[in-house]
């Protein structure tokens, strides 16, 4: 990764920020799916500026670096996850397994809708400056914590190392869904997707043999 600078200094100017919302997101879409193809240090900005219909350069209107380019996609991408888990969070289910349920579907749901978002932070997190992604890391825990208090509230015999270890096992499964392509249809694999994480988490936990 370059060397760090100072977050202020690497932003572009506040006129170049009040760019069109319409070409900006044609920009963070084509940069999330080359830098999910690709990799970050071998797509440039003339290939994003060429798959998003503008001159390399002129993504500089929008944007001071080709890292900002990376952490604004990504901030965009989590904004929307955290907005879908938002609203997930807010139904009052009739059971706890409802619950677990409709958190399961709700993630699945919003990931796959933000695939090359999910694989790009993924893949590329090494890139990312610190500052920028501890935020990040820590809505990571904050969410794992939710599905740990889901879970033991309908497997309350497991210990809590048991279910921080199944949660993760299922995140998981789920974001590398993000990282290799597929061709079935996104709401069928929304279901599949659910269906597999609901089975993989109420799965009995081995006793170690004495």
């Known amino acids: 990764m370059p060397p760090s600078t100072p977050r202020a200094a690497r932003r572009a100017p506040e006129a170049a920020k009040r760019g069109r919302p319409s070409r900006r997101a044609e920009i963070f879409a084509s940069a999330l799916h080359l830098f999910r193809e690709r990799g970050f240090h071998a797509t440039s900005i003339n290939d994003i500026g060429g798959a998003a219909g503008v001159a390399g350069t002129a993504i500089y209107s929008h944007f001071a670096t080709k890292q900002e380019v990376l952490e604004e996609a990504i901030r965009e991408g989590a904004g929307r996850i955290a907005s879908g888990m938002k609203a997930a969070l807010a139904d009052d289910p009739q059971s706890p397994e409802a619950a677990l349920e409709g958190l399961v579907r709700a993630y699945t749901r919003v990931v796959l809708e933000n695939a090359d978002m999910n694989a790009c932070y993924v893949l590329e997190s090494r890139n ?10 820590r809505k990571e825990r904050t969410l794992r914590e939710t599905w740990c208090r889901r879970l033991l509230a309908v497997r309350p015999e ?4 048991e279910a921080q270890t199944l949660v993760q096992m299922a995140i998981f499964s789920i974001v590398a869904l993000c990282v290799h392509r597929n061709r079935i249809e996104r709401a069928a694999l929304v279901e599949l997707a659910t269906s597999f994480v609901l089975g993989a988490l109420y799965s009995p936990v081995p006793t170690p043999e004495p």
């Open 128 to 137: 990312l400056d610190s500052e920028f992604a501890q935020p990040l890391k």
């Open 158 to 161: 497991l210990s809590r190392d």
